[in-house]
Protein backbone atom coordinates (compact mmCIF):
# COMPACT_ATOMS: atom_id res chain seq x y z
CA UNK A 1 0.00 0.00 0.00
CA UNK A 2 1.57 3.47 -0.70
CA UNK A 3 1.29 5.57 2.09
CA UNK A 4 0.55 9.65 1.12
CA UNK A 5 4.00 10.87 1.94
CA UNK A 6 5.06 9.04 -1.58
CA UNK A 7 2.85 11.41 -2.90
CA UNK A 8 5.01 14.24 -2.10
CA UNK A 9 7.69 15.31 -5.08
CA UNK A 10 10.74 17.56 -5.82
CA UNK A 11 9.65 19.85 -8.76
CA UNK A 12 12.21 17.86 -11.15
CA UNK A 13 10.46 14.28 -10.39
CA UNK A 14 7.29 15.84 -10.64
CA UNK A 15 8.34 17.53 -13.87
CA UNK A 16 8.99 14.14 -15.13
CA UNK A 17 6.11 11.98 -13.68
CA UNK A 18 3.27 14.70 -15.50
CA UNK A 19 5.01 14.21 -18.82
CA UNK A 20 5.00 10.49 -18.60
CA UNK A 21 0.91 10.95 -17.47
CA UNK A 22 0.32 13.63 -20.43
CA UNK A 23 1.92 11.23 -22.77
CA UNK A 24 -1.01 8.45 -21.68
CA UNK A 25 -3.47 10.93 -21.88
CA UNK A 26 -4.57 11.95 -18.49
CA UNK A 27 -5.00 16.03 -17.96
CA UNK A 28 -3.16 16.94 -15.18
CA UNK A 29 -4.83 20.12 -13.25
CA UNK A 30 -2.88 21.97 -11.22
CA UNK A 31 -3.25 24.18 -8.13
CA UNK A 32 -1.01 25.85 -5.21
CA UNK A 33 -1.66 27.86 -2.29
CA UNK A 34 -0.11 28.01 1.44
CA UNK A 35 -3.30 25.59 2.63
CA UNK A 36 -1.98 26.71 6.93
CA UNK A 37 -4.69 24.69 8.95
CA UNK A 38 -6.31 23.00 6.72
CA UNK A 39 -10.14 23.26 6.61
CA UNK A 40 -13.48 22.60 4.96
CA UNK A 41 -13.28 25.08 2.56
CA UNK A 42 -9.78 23.85 1.06
CA UNK A 43 -11.22 20.17 1.11
CA UNK A 44 -14.03 21.51 -0.85
CA UNK A 45 -12.22 23.42 -3.19
CA UNK A 46 -9.12 20.66 -3.96
CA UNK A 47 -12.33 18.19 -4.09
CA UNK A 48 -13.61 20.60 -7.05
CA UNK A 49 -10.20 20.84 -8.72
CA UNK A 50 -9.95 16.81 -9.54
CA UNK A 51 -13.46 17.10 -10.59
CA UNK A 52 -11.88 18.97 -13.24
CA UNK A 53 -9.37 16.23 -14.79
CA UNK A 54 -7.39 12.96 -14.03
CA UNK A 55 -4.52 14.09 -11.73
CA UNK A 56 -4.45 17.27 -8.96
CA UNK A 57 -1.27 18.55 -8.21
CA UNK A 58 -1.03 20.71 -5.55
CA UNK A 59 1.86 23.36 -5.11
CA UNK A 60 2.42 24.36 -1.36
CA UNK A 61 4.35 27.82 -0.81
CA UNK A 62 7.73 26.62 1.50
CA UNK A 63 7.64 28.68 4.83
CA UNK A 64 9.75 31.73 3.51
CA UNK A 65 7.19 32.20 0.48
CA UNK A 66 4.22 32.33 3.49
CA UNK A 67 5.66 34.81 5.88
CA UNK A 68 6.62 36.76 2.78
CA UNK A 69 2.62 36.36 2.01
CA UNK A 70 0.77 36.04 5.04
CA UNK A 71 3.51 38.20 7.98
CA UNK A 72 5.99 36.58 10.05
CA UNK A 73 3.81 34.62 12.58
CA UNK A 74 3.13 32.58 8.93
CA UNK A 75 2.57 29.49 8.53
CA UNK A 76 1.12 27.60 11.91
CA UNK A 77 2.42 24.58 10.20
CA UNK A 78 5.36 24.00 8.71
CA UNK A 79 5.43 23.15 4.92
CA UNK A 80 6.37 19.28 5.80
CA UNK A 81 3.16 19.15 7.91
CA UNK A 82 1.55 20.80 5.88
CA UNK A 83 2.81 18.98 2.37
CA UNK A 84 2.10 15.67 4.58
CA UNK A 85 -1.69 16.76 5.46
CA UNK A 86 -2.74 17.78 1.94
CA UNK A 87 -0.89 14.22 0.58
CA UNK A 88 -3.15 12.71 2.61
CA UNK A 89 -6.53 13.41 1.40
CA UNK A 90 -7.82 10.87 -1.66
CA UNK A 91 -8.71 14.05 -3.89
CA UNK A 92 -4.64 14.98 -4.26
CA UNK A 93 -2.51 13.05 -6.34
CA UNK A 94 1.14 15.10 -5.77
CA UNK A 95 2.13 17.60 -3.78
CA UNK A 96 5.37 19.39 -4.13
CA UNK A 97 6.50 22.96 -3.18
CA UNK A 98 7.64 26.31 -4.71
CA UNK A 99 9.54 28.98 -2.76
CA UNK A 100 8.96 31.95 -5.02
CA UNK A 101 5.81 34.39 -4.09
CA UNK A 102 3.81 33.13 -7.51
CA UNK A 103 3.51 29.96 -9.18
CA UNK A 104 4.71 31.24 -12.03
CA UNK A 105 8.07 29.39 -12.48
CA UNK A 106 6.70 25.93 -11.29
CA UNK A 107 3.84 26.31 -14.17
CA UNK A 108 6.39 27.04 -16.59
CA UNK A 109 8.34 24.11 -15.75
CA UNK A 110 4.53 21.30 -15.45
CA UNK A 111 2.74 23.17 -17.98
CA UNK A 112 -0.81 21.89 -17.01
CA UNK A 113 -4.15 21.36 -18.94
CA UNK A 114 -5.90 22.73 -16.09
CA UNK A 115 -5.19 25.38 -13.51
CA UNK A 116 -7.50 26.08 -10.54
CA UNK A 117 -7.75 29.20 -8.29
CA UNK A 118 -10.47 30.32 -5.38
CA UNK A 119 -13.12 32.12 -6.23
CA UNK A 120 -11.28 35.44 -5.32
CA UNK A 121 -8.99 35.38 -7.56
CA UNK A 122 -10.59 36.95 -10.99
CA UNK A 123 -9.31 34.80 -14.21
CA UNK A 124 -7.40 37.91 -15.64
CA UNK A 125 -5.41 38.28 -12.41
CA UNK A 126 -4.71 34.28 -12.29
CA UNK A 127 -0.76 33.84 -11.97
CA UNK A 128 0.12 31.37 -14.84
CA UNK A 129 -3.03 32.19 -17.07
CA UNK A 130 -1.28 33.34 -20.45
CA UNK A 131 1.06 29.76 -20.15
CA UNK A 132 -1.39 27.50 -19.77
CA UNK A 133 -3.88 28.96 -21.92
CA UNK A 134 -1.09 29.40 -24.73
CA UNK A 135 -0.55 25.60 -24.52
CA UNK A 136 -4.52 24.88 -25.50
CA UNK A 137 -5.51 24.68 -21.41
CA UNK A 138 -8.45 26.28 -19.35
CA UNK A 139 -7.89 28.38 -16.41
CA UNK A 140 -11.04 28.17 -13.75
CA UNK A 141 -11.56 29.86 -10.72
CA UNK A 142 -13.85 27.89 -8.22
CA UNK A 143 -16.17 29.18 -5.86
CA UNK A 144 -16.04 28.99 -2.45
CA UNK A 145 -19.18 27.41 -1.10
CA UNK A 146 -18.83 29.13 2.68
CA UNK A 147 -16.30 31.94 3.95
CA UNK A 148 -13.92 30.13 5.80
CA UNK A 149 -10.35 31.11 6.05
CA UNK A 150 -7.33 30.34 8.24
CA UNK A 151 -7.04 33.70 8.69
CA UNK A 152 -9.78 33.71 10.70
CA UNK A 153 -9.30 30.66 12.67
CA UNK A 154 -6.38 31.65 14.06
CA UNK A 155 -7.87 35.11 14.67
CA UNK A 156 -10.52 32.97 16.39
CA UNK A 157 -8.04 31.53 18.66
CA UNK A 158 -6.67 34.13 19.54
CA UNK A 159 -9.74 36.11 20.80
CA UNK A 160 -10.99 32.99 22.95
CA UNK A 161 -7.32 32.77 24.56
CA UNK A 162 -8.00 36.43 25.72
Known amino acids: METSRAKIKSRQELKGILEQLKADGKKI ?10 HP ?6 E ?3 AQGDVLVVALNTDPSVRK ?4 DRPVLGEEDRCEIISAL ?24 VLIKGGDWPINQIVGRK ?13 FE ?11 IRRSGK
Do not use: M, W
Open 69 to 72: IKGQ
Open 90 to 113: GCVDFVTTFEEETPQTIIEELIPQ
Open 48 to 50: KAK
Open 146 to 156: REISTSDIIDR
Open 41 to 46: GHVHYL
Open 29 to 38: VFTNGCFDLL
Open 131 to 143: IVESNGGRVISVD
